[in-house]
């Protein structure tokens, strides 16, 4: 929905002012058309605002490094969630990612979060779940495990 409110703040605008250079009459449409233009900025504006800090919509990468979690169990009624800020590549920008609540991938996050606490930085691999697959169920028969970063070995010292 949040593109579809961009994709017109930005074409009803656009298309107004076409049809004023165009010449065309009808003074009457034109001013209430005008007089309508800061609500399309505001949809704009709301638009930008929907956008802003929400996970992204596509699957989890396959590996990736995990910066932080934030688990929100089910309750009264409401579905839980869990929300993972990962980083795909060490130079690359950090993403959000939201995936339904899960008690075992809960458990998993809780270890995970104890041994970034102790400065381990943590991998994230996701996998197949073939039989007896190691990690938690993510969804679409895809389980997420995850692991210690290997150790980067320094370049040579000359």
């Not at 065309?24 to 034109?30: L, M, N």
């Not at 800061?38 to 929400?54: A, E, M, N």
């Not at 039989?131 to 997420?144: E, I, T, W, Y």
Request: overall charge positive; proline content about 9%; glycine content about 10%.
């Amino acid at each position: 929905m949040e593109s579809l409110t961009l994709v017109f703040a930005y074409v009803i605008p656009l298309a107004f002012v076409v049809w004023l250079w165009l010449g065309k009459p009808g003074w009457r449409c034109k001013l209430l058309l005008t007089v309508c233009l800061p609500l399309f900025y505001w949809l704009h504006w709301q638009g930008l605002q929907d956008t802003k800090g929400w996970p992204a919509p596509q699957p989890l990468p396959e590996k990736f490094e995990l910066i932080a979690a934030d688990v929100f169990e089910p309750s009264q009624g409401k579905d839980g969630a869990i929300r993972m800020w990962v980083r795909e590549t060490d130079d690359g920008e950090p993403r959000v990612y939201a995936l339904p609540y899960s008690r075992k991938l809960h458990q998993a996050l809780f270890d995970t979060k104890e041994r970034v606490a102790q400065g381990r930085t943590q991998v994230g691999l996701l996998s197949d779940g073939g039989a007896g697959g190691a990690g938690a169920p993510v969804g679409s028969g895809q389980m997420l495990e995850f692991r210690d970063k290997p150790k980067s070995n320094l370049p040579p010292k000359y």
